[in-house]
Each structure stands twice: as structure tokens, then as C-alpha cells.
């Protein structure tokens, strides 16, 4: 059973923009937090932002200020919207589920790739 399902991956050259989607139909309660990962070959996974609280989010230094997480709660979707993006930013793209008050995430989507050429 798929749970979360992302899209909007490509390929872009540097300087441009992409928006990647989450869709997540199981995780509608409150209760769900969400976020978006990235890997790299030859790298960790590591934290690109997500959403906590109300309406409160986080983003890794390498991102701030390029990339905007929203969520629109009737669809039950999350968004990474990603813009001046650079070769470093190539990686597969992956979102996932936690529940609020746990820190550990219980669900991944399948990921979507994002090339920046230069």
C-alpha cells in the first residue's frame, strides 16, 4: 500500500525553478507532521524543511530563502517549491511522514529526482 506519492521532479538548469508535490491520503489527522529529505549520490540523506505545529516550518541553511513548504490541507498535499536552484541542489527527493510528538518518521514516499544542470 502506497501512503505517500511524490511528483514534480525533473530536470532544470541552474537558476531555475521546480515544484514538487506530496500527496499523502493516510496521514490526514492533525497528529502528522511532514517533511522533505534529499539524497545525493555518494551522500547521506539529509533534511531539506518540513511543517510542525499550526502552520510552523523549518528548512536547512543550504535551502533558506530559495525554498517554500506549504501544504494544502483539502488535498492533503505538501509542496516544496524550489526556486534559484543550483547543481548542488540535484538529488532524489523524498517526503515523509512522523507523527508529531515522536521524532523518528514512519512513512517515505518513493521519491522524485531533480537534475540542476549549470
Known amino acids: 500500500q502506497v501512503h505517500l506519492v511524490e511528483s514534480g521532479g525533473g530536470s532544470v538548469q541552474a537558476g531555475g525553478s521546480l515544484k514538487l508535490s506530496c500527496a499523502a491520503p493516510s496521514f490526514t489527522s492533525a497528529i502528522y507532521c511532514m517533511a522533505w529529505f534529499r539524497q545525493a549520490p555518494g551522500k547521506e540523506r539529509e533534511g531539506v524543511g518540513g511543517l510542525y505545529g499550526v502552520d510552523t516550518t523549518w528548512y536547512a541553511d543550504s535551502v533558506k530563502g530559495r525554498f517554500t513548504i506549504s501544504k494544502d490541507n483539502a488535498k492533503n498535499t505538501l509542496y516544496l517549491q524550489m526556486n534559484s536552484l543550483k547543481p548542488e541542489d540535484t538529488a532524489m527527493y523524498y517526503c515523509?511522514?512522523?507523527?508529531?510528538?515522536?521524532?523518528?518518521?514512519?512513512?517515505w514516499g518513493q521519491g522524485t529526482q531533480v537534475t540542476v544542470s549549470s
Open positions: 515523509a511522514v512522523r507523527l508529531c510528538r515522536q521524532a523518528n518518521y514512519i512513512a
